[in-house]
C-alpha cells in the first residue's frame, strides 16, 4: 500500500501563505516516497465555510500544480459516521456531558492554562450523578467532553522530534461535540484519517499541541496513528503571525502578483529546498526534498518584489 498524505484545508476564506507552504510541504513529503495524496474539505462551522470557499481552495492548489488522487467527502457530510466514533469513545466509558459555560471555566479560581490558552477544565461536571444530569438536560443540552488520564503521551515528532504531554497536567477533558450537536475538531480528524487509511500528517506547528489529545483518540479506538510531521509558521517580516486576515498575502492577491512557478520558488528558497529563489515547480522539487533541509525557527517572509 503506497503511503498517504493529505490536506485538509478549512473553507473559511481565501488560503494564505503560510496555509501554501503546509500544503506545499505535505505533498513534497509524500510525492518524495511515491505516495498518494488525500484532499478533505474542513467545513465542520457549516457558519463560517462555504462551498463556494471550497472550490476556490481547489482551484488555488490546482493552480499552484499540488495535484490530489481523491478526495474525501467533506466533513459537514459525516454527522452520521462522526456520531458512531463518538458510540465507540463512549463504550470506553470516558465520555461525558458538560454544561460549563465558556465564562464559568474563566472564572474558576486559579484555574491553570494550557499552552494554547485555554483554561485546563477542573472537572466539574466529571463526576454528577445520573439525577443530577437528568435535571441540567431538562434545561439545555450539553456539550461532551472525553475524561484524559493523568498520563505522559510521548511520540516522535518527524520534523520537531521528540515531544510529549501530560494530558490531565496540561490540556484537560477534551471537547468532542458541541451542545450545538457540531463535532469538534478533534475527533472529526481523527475519524476522517483513520477512514481514509491516511499513513503521514504534515501541517503547520500551530497544531503540534493537538496531536497528543489525537494520539489519544488513536488509542481508544483501537487504530495504528499515522506518522506527524509539523512545520514551521511563517510570519510577517516583524515576527506577526500570518492569518486569513493578512489580506496581502491571500491566494487572491498571490495569484496576480506572482506565477506559479514564482510563488513555489519562493516558499522552496524559505523552507530551504533552494539555495537561491528561481521559479520551478512542485515536481521539480520532489528530489530535492529533505526534512532535514527545512528549518525548525518559524520563518519571516516578505514578499516585496
Ligand atoms: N483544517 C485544519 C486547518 O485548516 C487542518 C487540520 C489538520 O491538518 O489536522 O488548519
Known amino acids: 500500500m503506497p503511503e498517504l498524505g493529505r490536506f485538509a484545508p478549512t473553507p473559511s476564506g481565501r488560503m494564505h501563505l503560510g496555509n501554501l507552504f503546509s500544503a506545499l510541504l505535505a505533498w513534497l513529503s509524500v510525492r518524495s516516497r511515491g505516495g498518494e495524496m488525500l484532499l478533505r474539505i474542513e467545513d465542520l462551522d457549516t457558519a463560517r465555510c462555504s462551498a463556494e470557499n471550497a472550490d476556490i481552495l481547489r482551484s488555488d492548489l490546482e493552480w499552484m500544480g499540488l495535484g490530489w488522487d481523491r478526495e474525501q467527502p467533506a466533513q459537514s457530510t459525516r454527522t452520521d459516521y462522526y456520531c458512531d466514533i463518538l458510540r465507540r469513545l463512549e463504550e470506553t466509558g470516558r465520555v461525558f456531558p458538560c454544561w460549563c459555560t465558556r465564562g464559568d471555566l474563566k472564572n474558576a479560581a486559579n484555574a491553570p492554562h494550557a499552552s494554547d490558552g485555554h483554561p485546563i477544565y477542573p472537572g466539574t461536571c466529571r463526576a454528577l450523578t445520573e439525577a443530577q444530569r437528568r435535571a441540567r438536560t431538562a434545561l439545555r443540552p450539553p456539550l461532551w467532553r472525553l475524561a484524559v488520564p493523568d498520563e505522559v503521551v510521548a511520540f516522535t515528532d518527524g520534523h520537531y522530534g521528540p515531544c510529549e504531554e501530560n494530558l490531565a ?89 506572482f506565477s506559479p512557478g514564482e510563488l513555489t520558488g519562493r516558499l522552496a528558497f524559505a523552507a530551504g529546498l533552494l539555495e537561491e529563489e528561481a521559479p520551478c515547480s512542485p515536481d521539480e522539487l520532489i528530489p530535492l526534498f529533505s526534512w532535514d533541509r527545512v528549518p525548525l525557527e518559524d520563518i519571516p517572509i516578505s514578499l516585496g518584489s
Open 169 to 257: 497536567a496540561e490540556c484537560g477533558d477534551f471537547i468532542l461535540r458541541r451542545a450545538d450537536g457540531v463535532f469538534a475538531y478533534q475527533l472529526a480528524v481523527v475519524a476522517d484519517d483513520i477512514d481514509a487509511g491516511v499513513t503521514e500528517v504534515v501541517r503547520g506547528r500551530d497544531l503540534l499541541s493537538s496531536t497528543p489529545r489525537q494520539l489519544y483518540l488513536y488509542r481508544l479506538l483501537g487504530a495504528a496513528p499515522p506518522r506527524y510531521a509539523h512545520v514551521p509558521l511563517l510570519t510577517a517580516p516583524d515576527g506577526r503571525r500570518l492569518s486569513k486576515r493578512d489580506r496581502d498575502l491571500d491566494m487572491g492577491l498571490l495569484r496576480e502578483r
